[in-house]
């Protein structure tokens, strides 16, 4: 585990070890990597194929059951969980809601059945960095995320559109030389936090005011024609001498085939 990602469990663990033993505890689109303190799981995914494996009984360190597995597509806007308004002491969504073409949905269920919760997401750094997913990578962040989030101080989420923000604007990509001596002196700017309670809060923003998010971060960072020449050049060496950005895309392209086609004898819903 890299220092950001213990950093951010640590705060987790800390929000989790304040509940009672017996609280009832969502994980939304926790299928790949359940958390273990999870008692209810809420995926598209079903929960035979968990974890990316394939199996029906319990593993080890598992809350939650079969019967606690809810499937549920995130998109549908008419989603509604089967839970009572405030069933759950809290909820947890890491690494999801960047992946939703509309978060709306889910955000409005998660502040319906949840008191309390923790969201995480990649930074606007981690997202508007070039190579960001594999070091030679041409492209910004991971590519199949739809939204650069942040959080104001008054603790609300903005979603700013990624394809508005970057899209036919280079200039707002920052070079991963910049980005990985920034996350060196604080590896914490790499992710987005929110620990919420009561209500949560937030606005997704499309169109200029995402280009303009994103050319002022950049601006902040007083990147030089010499830093991004060096970037590029680098990224450019990577590539011919590994020759895998391609083969790792088509990897990734059949492992999430093979999942689907597992997965579908078990599913209640259409996979994709």
């Not at 968990?50 to 597509?73: H, I, M, S, Y």
């Not at 997913?133 to 603790?155: A, C, F, L, Y």
């Amino acid at each position: 585990m890299d220092a950001w990602s213990a950093r951010m469990s640590l705060l987790l663990d800390s929000l989790l070890a304040a509940l009672p033993a017996n609280a009832r505890i969502l994980d939304a689109g926790g299928w790949f990597k359940p958390h273990p303190a999870a008692t209810h799981i809420a995926d598209l995914m079903p929960y035979e194929t968990r974890r990316g494996v394939v199996t029906c009984a319990p593993l080890p360190g598992e809350r939650f059951t079969k019967a606690n597995w809810v499937q549920a597509d995130f998109l549908d806007q008419r989603l509604h969980l089967p839970f009572a308004d405030q069933f759950f002491a809290f909820s947890l969504c890491t690494q999801t809601l960047e992946d939703l073409a509309d978060p709306e949905p889910l955000l409005r269920e998660l502040r319906r059945v949840s008191s309390a919760g923790y969201i995480e997401t990649p930074s606007r750094l981690y997202e508007q960095t070039t190579g960001r997913r594999d070091r030679m990578s041409t492209k910004p962040g991971q590519g199949h995320h739809h939204w650069i989030v942040e959080k104001t101080p008054e603790g609300r989420l903005m979603f700013f559109s990624k394809a508005d923000s970057l899209d036919r604007h280079p200039g707002a990509c920052v070079p991963l030389t910049i980005a990985e001596r920034l996350a060196h002196e604080d590896e914490s700017r790499l992710v987005c936090a929110l620990a919420w309670r009561v209500t949560l809060d937030w606005e997704l923003v499309r169109g200029i005011s995402s280009r303009e998010g994103a050319a002022e971060f950049t601006r902040g960072l007083a990147i030089s024609f010499r830093d991004r020449a060096i970037d590029s050049t680098l990224r450019a060496l990577r590539r011919l001498r590994y020759f895998r950005a391609r083969h790792y895309d088509h990897e990734i392209h059949l492992w999430w085939e093979k999942m689907l086609v597992l997965s579908h004898p078990y599913s209640s819903l259409p996979l994709r």
